[in-house]
């Protein structure tokens, strides 16, 4: 790795300030295909950042929707054979008409029905792949499986991974402790890391889910590093934020919605904390 | 339009409070076949306004379960084809024992599959078609469809479409940031317009979607007409309280559920705020 | 009946506490096939608590995650044709692999098409029936039908079934106001009597569903008999905490998050309220 890039920290911050302030002035429509753990809480996350959700995912609407939605989020946490078919049409739908689109592999790489569907997917080039870092090892084809659907592995430990993914897509992030992001920048392999949260967001179910969301929501106003960087971002600081008012994850959860819906450019200016580093491609 | 009504807003007045009581005293099984994003909060919603909720939406039991319910709620949210058939057979049997059904259209006129069902639906006769604007005016042919699930029209704008629909139910609600309800008084149409909530509502899933599910409750124990301004009045006060004392998405939330369980009989005599307007029939 | 039984209480009372510890320290996987009002909740549920959940109900996968998880639990609250499958997969995997298993019969009983799907999965031998007394009563074959989803039935009324359901499992909890468990201590058949909560529980939507899911996901870390006290006697404990704060349901759900998340082995000694009394088995 080469060292910290100051310069592209300042740029990259100013930009997740400026797609802030275009998620609002836009309210892009997502659609979800999603797992229903996590509907609920993934739209108001959506409502509550700015973004018009829409959970579209039956066979007949699913393509349809996706040529007239502006982002399209596809998340394998609890597929049907329906939604499975609707995932392949809406996914197909986005990549001919040029949405963005985000692939969340919720336990590809634990399970082998659902990593084969991850990894059919990827023909459809989505815009950013998210994850846990055991997900992103997984899908890449350079990790063992989790157990579960928590993650079991460090998210830097899943880089190399998300280089071999960026073969497919624009940006990759391996969601922790402290987020992992890959993509280009200045077309070079880039890694950013975005920090903050706190250790009660994986006490609250379906966050990782709703990150995922808020990614897209920012893809279709931003262009794709500065959109997954934003997304990262907000979740880092609403969730810090969130955290100092609150110990236990159920007033936790609430006041992250909360937190988010009050994040605005002083918030970003005050908080945000990211670092840039350029990389080596793999070989 | 003919002038304000003040007489039909007192006897509503009245009949709203009585029919809180009667929602209290009777706890009517509500059977919900609705989307993935609402069930858990519109089932929370009932449950705080005193109703039992019953989300029983498979092949096998739907249509049973709507003959031994109080009320049926039917939602186009996040259909899949066994849900459709499903609500195919509940509408039929609920029909068939005179149970009072609530129809939300949820996205149709923006998507002609689910508008198929949802005019297909009507032939079932539902006591109550609840929806946003866009909504109403799609489903009553009248107006050009929403791009996604909110509506981009006016309350006031739908009133035509609105009356058309009462052709097919005994009344229609049209929500907003002012509600819209339509339906006969003193047999002739009458609009009523029910003020309060909050802006934060449209910032919460699945609020309209609860509401319709509130209105099915209400029409257990109350005639149309008062039952679809009980349940929207409900709402009203309970979304301009909570917002009194926040003003996030997250806590409002939950600050909302708390309103509902509160509301009284002094509650409503000092928040509700109605206006009742005689009209001229469509041609 | 015979009398209380003061010393088994005691010894009931300390392996509570030890249970709640190991639950902490290993984090059992829970799988959980489960209708979709309680999933959100459930899965929060079981973080706070310090399990790890994951909502595995496809065809494709149950069966072989059942070999994986630590736990199943089966609810039957919102079954499709698929998930039902799903159950039978599971269920069989799990009693194959020697995995402890819950079932939760929501609305048998009331309904004859998931009255016969949960009578069958009792050949797979679950660990642990839990319910309402009504859904008790039903699958024993000893009650008659309750009218929708919420209990009609006082839990003592239930004991008799719940006896007679020893015979496919090792214990039933029957829960409401005061629940009552029975399984066997010392080889003697037993009930234990879990007081505490809150008249707000039956308030918040998938409240039970969700003490089925904690009763599975302590059988991964105790033997039955201490798992299910132990699951029960944690909602007994932050119910009635949470209760002392909040008189809503809407921030009584919230705080009872945080209550379960808060517990530990000094509040267990403090709030722990337990009865145990040796019965004569059914004839």
Redesign the interface.
Known sequence: MAGSNRQAAEVLHNAVIQAHGALQARTP?VQCIT???????M??IL??AGA???????T??AG??AG??DALLINL??????QVESMRLAAAAAQQAGKPWVLDPI?AGG?P??GAIALELLQHRPTTIRGNPSEIKGLSGLGSGA????SSDEPESAVPAALELLRHCRTVGASGAVDHLVGHYEERPTLIRVYGGSCLQ?????TGCALGALVAAYQAVAEPLVATVAAHASFAIAGKLAAERHA????F???????L??LDEARIQQHLRIDVTSLVSPP
Chains 1, 2, 3 share one sequence.
Not at 248 to 251: L, Y
């Open positions: 429509l797992n229903v753990v996590s509907s609920n809480y739209a108001n409502l509550a018009s959700p829409a959970m579209v995912d039956n007949q609407e349809l929707f007239v939605a946490g609890t597929p049907t054979d329906s336990g399970l029905w659902r157990r579960g659907m928590d994986p006490r609250v179910t379906a236990a994850p159920g007033s959860a609430v006041a992250f919605i909360d937190e819906y009050a």
